[in-house]
């Protein structure tokens, strides 16, 4: 069936790049999300990748897309005490708009 | 200020007790949809609702109801048939055509 797959922890220190990872099993998906949790928050949309890109740049975040493999990650360069949070990651499946979530990354920050 | 509004922040239930959580939005989106997010498990689907006077079960639509009477507007009723009620409910919406979803800021609940 539909799954979508996460690490739970990532510790990294400030001013090194995260790199959060994520696999999917849908291969007709056609839209890839990021989203992030701060505590006690709801999800703020990072950033997207349509299913016929490979990369996609925003300022600090690149997201790269492996077709191939349903593998997408999500690059944080010069991470901030400020980007701890949770990361999901999600996919469409075109199944009544419906998303599949991974369980979330939890990203800390260490001075 | 356009965006999604979910009220109560907190919310406390008694045994045996219906609680509804409000969820509007003013993007003038069409779908609508209920999230419950325990920690460890990321969020799983309660409902959904694409168009007003028509809605959906998720995975686990067990213990809630809900209505879309207003595009606006689309309120979760935790039952007395949720046995585990308390959680983190979280509300978003999309447009149509697209599957990208809005979040709300998140009403936790917690029983007495």
């Known amino acids: 069936g539909e799954d979508v797959e996460q690490s739970l922890f990532l510790s990294v220190r400030e001013g090194d790049s995260s790199v959060i990872n994520c696999t999917y099993t849908?291969?007709?998906?056609?839209?890839l999300y990021w989203y992030k949790q701060e505590p006690g928050a709801g999800l703020q949309l990072l950033t997207y990748?349509?299913?016929n890109m490979d990369m996609k740049q925003d300022q600090r975040l690149t997201v790269l897309l492996n077709k191939k493999d349903k593998h997408l990650s999500l690059r944080i360069a010069d991470t901030q005490t400020g980007d701890s949070a949770i990361y999901f990651c999600a996919e469409n499946t075109g199944n009544n708009r419906k998303l599949i979530w991974g369980l979330g990354t939890s990203l800390a920050v260490n001075p | 200020d356009g965006g999604i509004t979910q009220s109560p922040k907190y919310l406390f239930r008694k045994e045996g007790q219906n609680v509804t959580l409000s969820c509007e939005q003013n993007l003038n989106h069409d779908a609508m949809y209920w999230y419950r997010q325990d920690p460890g498990q990321g969020l799983r689907l309660i409902y959904y609702?694409?168009?007003?006077?028509?809605?959906q079960k998720g995975d686990i639509a067990e213990g809630y109801s809900v209505s879309r009477e207003k595009k606006e507007s689309f309120p979760l009723t935790v039952t007395s048939a949720q046995k585990n009620p308390t959680a983190f409910y979280l509300c978003?919406?999309?447009?149509?055509?697209?599957?990208?979803?809005?979040f709300g800021p998140g009403t936790r609940l917690l029983v007495l």
């Open positions: 990748i349509f299913s």
């Open positions: 849908d291969s007709s998906s056609t839209y």
């Open positions: 609702s694409q168009i007003v006077n028509d809605f």
């Open positions: 978003a919406s999309s447009t149509l055509g697209s599957e990208t979803q809005y």
